[in-house]
């Protein structure tokens, strides 16, 4: 059975971090590009972060660059998301989803359950 | 970044009727586009990719088309598991965006 399985969420002060993973399971990891996905509650859907198959390209959405880094271990079959510096507006279910393809380009296949981050004093 | 704007935001339809939901992007993302279904409190769920491809297991009363920087998804006979939100999301170019979302509702 195809699935991701994200963990790692919770409630954290602002300029905090936190590290989110995400377990894959029933497909081959290391061919498929992954994305994070949040949503605000209440909200729509922002893109985050995605990287490569193999790793080695990385890429960010403007609100999260230079705080956020996406990082995949392929021998683990785990994607993570290293948040740093958090802030008031990262409240959001985060989301981690499989690219059809290799690199950045394709639809989102198959999402996970999502893993709810509230960043609050 | 490119835009991309839903019309409606919200929909009201009946059981049986057929409902087409557009999207526009503020620049050519060719075949790029892809749409999802999101029910509350849980994932989204994709239903077309590449502007018309159906994914595997989505029932043929999806549909898709549209090119460049137009673009619609249309249901042909509702049903009630298809009361729901429906965001449409280009991967044409980084950062990906999505639509507002279009919230299809029971008449």
């Known amino acids: 059975q195809v699935q991701l399985v994200e963990s790692g969420g919770g409630v954290v002060q602002p300029g905090r971090s936190l590290r989110l993973s995400c377990a894959a399971s029933?497909?081959?990891?290391?061919?498929?590009?992954m994305h994070w996905v949040r949503q605000a509650p209440g909200k729509g859907l922002e893109w985050v972060a995605a990287?490569?198959?193999?790793?080695?390209?990385?890429y960010y959405g403007d609100s999260v660059k230079g705080r956020f880094t996406i990082s995949r271990n392929n021998s683990r079959n785990t994607l993570y998301l290293q948040m740093n510096s958090l802030r008031a507006e990262d409240t959001a279910v985060y989301y981690c989803?499989?690219?059809?393809?290799?690199?950045?380009?394709?639809?989102?296949?198959?999402w996970g359950q999502g893993t709810m981050v509230t960043v609050s004093s | 970044d490119i835009q991309m704007t839903q019309s409606p935001s919200s929909l009201s339809a009946s059981l049986g009727d057929r409902v087409t939901i557009t999207c526009r992007a503020s620049?050519?993302?060719?075949?790029?586009l892809h749409w999802f279904q999101q029910k509350p409190g849980k994932a989204p769920k994709l239903l077309i990719y590449?502007?018309?491809s159906l994914q595997s297991g989505v029932p043929s009363r999806f549909s898709g088309s549209g090119s460049g920087t137009d673009f619609t998804l249309s249901i042909s006979s509702l049903q009630p598991e298809d009361f729901a939100t429906y965001y449409c999301?280009?991967?044409?170019?980084?950062?990906?965006?999505f639509g507002q979302g279009t919230k299809l509702e029971i008449k």
């Open positions: 989803a499989k690219s059809k393809g290799k690199y950045a380009l394709d639809a989102f296949d198959i």
């Open positions: 029933g497909f081959t990891f290391s061919n498929y590009g």
């Open positions: 990287i490569w198959y193999d790793g080695n390209m990385e």
């Open positions: 620049q050519s993302v060719t075949n790029y």
């Open positions: 590449a502007a018309s």
């Open positions: 999301h280009q991967s044409y170019t980084t950062p990906h965006t």
